[in-house]
Nanobody, 123 residues
Framework: QVQLVESGGGLVQTGGSLRLSCAASGRPFRLLNVGWFRQAPGKEREFVAVITRRGDGTYYADSVKGRFTISRDNAKNTVYLQMNSLKPEDTAVFYC????????????????WGQGTQVTVSS
């Protein structure tokens, strides 16, 4: 089993920045591919970004390319999502998810999920 805990969400104005963290435990972190997803009220869960085990491969949704950066520090068992130039449409609960197999943008393939952290961007 792997446990994931997100943190770093909050309220920010349009154009501001936030850095989300996803801390993992219960399984060797180096074995986990980790993705970020988000879900706004009344909408489907949306893929944001994913990073491979060693951090040498990343993939982003078109809506966040150039604004968000996913990274990881395996020594700290943590994956980060740096979010810059935030827009009101970024408002959502952000979740991190992990899987030993690479799952990319397909949320149904991830094995473990955190409880989420709220990101609110004021207009």
């Amino acid at each position: 089993q792997v446990q994931l805990v997100e943190s770093g969400g909050g309220l920010v104005q349009t154009g501001g920045s936030l850095r989300l963290s996803c801390a993992a435990s219960g399984r060797p972190f180096r074995l986990l591919n980790v993705g970020w997803f988000r879900q706004a009220p009344g909408k489907e869960r949306e893929f944001v970004a994913v990073i491979t085990r060693r951090g040498d491969g990343t993939y982003y949704a078109d809506s966040v390319k150039g604004r968000f950066t996913i990274s990881r520090d395996n020594a700290k068992n943590t994956v980060y999502l740096q979010m810059n130039s935030l827009k009101p449409e970024d408002t959502a609960v952000f979740y991190c998810a992990a899987s030993t197999d690479y799952s990319g943008m397909f949320y149904s393939r991830y094995d473990s999920w955190g409880q989420g952290t709220q990101v609110t961007v004021s207009s």
